[in-house]
């Protein structure tokens, strides 16, 4: 045995083990009795300690030093290169920091979940600047000379610094404010009416995850209050929600969560349990949730079909396949980020990663924070936020010390406007196939080029080999321009 | 902190992952997707392997080294003398040993399966014969001083030797035989007879479950195939099954599984995760169980009741009352332990008792077990097995290693008998409250005498303090002699 089969057999087993932690998560929010709550806690409690301990085990140090990169593959590099990253920042940070953390955030969240209810912001605030506090200490921690908005942002999408997305974000502002407000000045389409039976969306939920490859013998699909895929290789479930005025809210939920589950289940079974048996980065694994919910589920070859499924599973919709294409991409004004469409959906991530970077270097204070947000909001969607809940207080993820979260999800649609200009290329019959339902190529594609690597690349490198080029905004901004001016009539 | 405090933090945080351990097992055997199965077995093993280090680690030997338990109450003398009788049981195996246990009976497992389903009792005979062997080995280093078997039994029955029980279940035999023999020679009773709606046999399960005083905001009734009880504390699942002929088969199995749930649910919150935060034997288990489903489940004055809510829910049965309570009652020759009646049950324990205890002494080999089996089996139930099926290759126990556990199920009734002749001291009016279906006196007591107690008293402690008597035989056999005496008019 080699110091690296030690380190792997060591990784995989404690990658097992954040298995069983992800399994527990998907077990609290569809299974678990109400009254087991606090016990769950605390078992989470006793295998995060696990967990934890092995993260920072001094072994890992020395099987890292014992190590030779040179005498591996590149599989075995890609995983020196993960295991030593981890281990650096676990190491980097004090344990009662991490400790002081996880103990806030949690209150934190608490505190937030009521003062949304109560729409009161200055209840939220005094916690959430302890939270700011001790995630910029974290990220100073990490930083090691760069700025610690970046060290905390390098979590959710390693190699990616705040500067390059705002050359990105900068260049799709303008734009896209212009773009909503040509689409705002037209005629509103009809939107889809009616009430529409459980059973039904949750059949049509299942024919979904089937037709965009969703492998149902190594996973299910539950209802939970927010939906969400977990897990990897050959246990990743989903979940998704119904409406019973909105069908579409469960179809695309389902179809969202289907683009990460089938990421997942898609990575090569001999990087199991290992840094690389997980998707690479949260923009690329948001990349691949948006390519199957927007350029493939809402284009209008495949709502055509899906038109066809649902007037089967609901009767006669009241709208025609080209104005159920034109309800699907409805543009409405809208204050919460979740409910959003393609085009205005970045609008509401870019206000945050503004906002949050300006928190975490100092120059906002948490006091400031609902003004700022309201006048960010007037600016870009030309209304006046009329109370936090639909503001500043929408979103858990500040709450849970989530800072450099937000921009990944905007990272993905940039991603997932480079990988459809690559995929029509690779595909050039794509719109046939949609008309048909028959999403085999476009998802087939998108496993062999991107999903079937997990962490083998970089983020960055994984797209650029899929798409030919490094990922920029623009196909993305053309995407959007074409497919809402051709809908609206600009 | 004392070095009781950090060896009671530990060994929470231990009890903690065998919960997740359980939540686990309950997932794989209710929620799992069916191609989850080998990436799972992986996960467990993690998992086990943590625990395993916990069981062992040397400071638990230094904490109990360091705590004088005469400074201690009565509950902190419990947590010791449990902490160092699994620290010691576990010190004594060998961990190779232990490993070639865990490969050796997962093999064992699948090969008995298969050798079931092709009914050859030889396909199995060599690798239980290694199991045996293994099984010999584990008790030997156990023993200190005592018998092998005795060694293993205590993993069950803490306390309790095989001389014991030879007593209890040889007075048992003679008039179990002699009852039995009896009741066949009587006409038997009319069965229940029609089919029966799944979703109506949930309704009742579930109802059954709440009369039966199941928390269910601290549980969940799932399918499985094989009924199960799991879980402690505030989260405690049970599982039962349907069978559209026989719907006792989902009545019966939720009483007995929530006899089960019961005890853990009401087991003193403070010792959650410790030692004394589970059911002390699975004698004591059983007990409660039986107790749920036979003592009160099948008496005279809950049948009534039941029979009419399965009237309610199924509509005519073709029965009455009485005659109800005959079919519930009802004693049939059959070859299978499990779907065996309160008469003839216990004789197929005996049988598996006297036998599994041969083969650890080396009395028996296991090419000749087979025909010690269909012999025993002759001469206690008076008709030949028919195939290996029916006989030795019935029950999964032996392949999984488990040696010492059937005994416990008999054990389990000896002392539901005796806790049946103290509740009717307790409540007198016992049989009106059993004619409303009001179940409360009677679980209420049981959680009072027996449940509450959890690990704190030995098991012949906490059935001698809740009885005020020694357990013995005596009761169970009475109750039986007398009930299915009336039944059957001897």
């Known amino acids: 045995m080699t110091a690296f089969d030690d380190l792997m057999r060591f990784e995989r087993d404690t990658g097992a083990l954040a298995q069983i932690a992800g399994r527990l998560g998907w077990d609290q ?105 001790l995630k910029r200490a974290e990220g100073q921690a990490l930083a090691q000379g760069g700025t610690a908005y970046d060290a905390l942002l390098d979590d959710y999408e390693p190699g990616t610094t705040a500067a390059d997305l705002a050359q990105m974000f900068g260049a799709l502002r303008p734009r896209l404010v212009a773009l909503r407000q040509a689409i705002l000045d037209r005629p509103a389409p009809r939107p889809l009416e009616g009430t529409f039976d459980e059973a039904a969306q949750l059949r049509l939920s299942q024919l979904l995850a089937e037709t965009f490859g969703y492998d149902m013998t190594r996973g299910r699909i539950d209802k939970a209050v927010h939906p969400f895929s977990s897990g990897s290789g050959d246990d990743v479930r989903i979940t998704t929600r119904t409406s019973p005025l909105d069908p579409f809210n469960c179809a695309y939920s389902t179809i969202h969560e289907v683009g990460h589950a089938a990421y997942e289940q898609a990575i090569r079974p001999g990087y199991r349990f290992t840094p690389l048996g997980q998707g690479v980065s949260m923009g690329v694994h948001e ?51 979740t409910e959003s469409d393609e085009v205005q959906y970045n609008l509401h991530v ?97 496993r062999e080029a991107v999903q079937q690597h997990g962490g083998l690349y970089t983020p960055r490198e994984v797209i650029t080999r899929a798409c030919g080029a490094a990922p920029t905004e623009a196909p993305l901004l053309d995407y959007l321009e074409e497919k809402f001016g051709r809908l609206y009539g600009l």
Chains 1, 2 share one sequence.
């Open 287 to 337: 990349s691949q949730s948006r390519i199957y919910e927007n350029q493939l589920g809402r284009s209008r070859a495949f709502c055509g079909w899906l038109h066809g499924r649902m007037t089967e599973g609901f009767g006669d919709l009241g709208l025609d396949a080209e104005a159920f294409y034109a309800a699907v991409n409805r543009v409405q004004n809208n204050y919460i980020r």
């Open 29 to 133: 929010e569809t299974m678990m009795p109400g009254g087991a709550g606090e016990q769950r806690s605390e078992e989470m409690a006793a295998l995060e300690g696990v967990l934890h301990a092995r993260r920072t085990d001094p072994r890992v140090g020395d099987w890292l030093a014992a190590v030779d990169p040179a005498t591996l593959d590149e599989e075995g590099r890609a995983q020196i290169r993960h295991i030593r990253r981890s281990f650096e920042r676990a190491s980097r940070v004090p344990g009662a920091l991490a400790a002081d953390l996880a103990r806030l955030t949690s209150r934190a969240h608490r505190i937030w979940a009521e003062a949304r209810a109560d729409d009161n912001f200055a209840a939220f605030a005094p916690v959430l600047a302890e939270v700011v506090a």
């Open 350 to 446: 870019l206000l945050r990663f503004d906002l949050e970077q300006a928190l975490i270097a100092g120059d906002l204070d948490v006091v400031d924070l609902e003004e700022a947000w309201n006048a960010r909001f007037a600016a870009d969607f030309g209304f006046a936020v009329d109370r936090p809940s639909n503001g500043v207080l929408q979103d858990v993820h500040w709450s849970a010390g989530l800072f450099g979260y937000f921009p990944t999800y905007t990272l993905g649609n940039v991603y997932a406007g480079c990988l459809l200009q690559a995929l029509r290329q690779a595909v050039p019959d794509l719109e046939t196939q949609l008309v048909q339902g028959d999403l085999r190529a476009a998802t087939g594609w998108l």
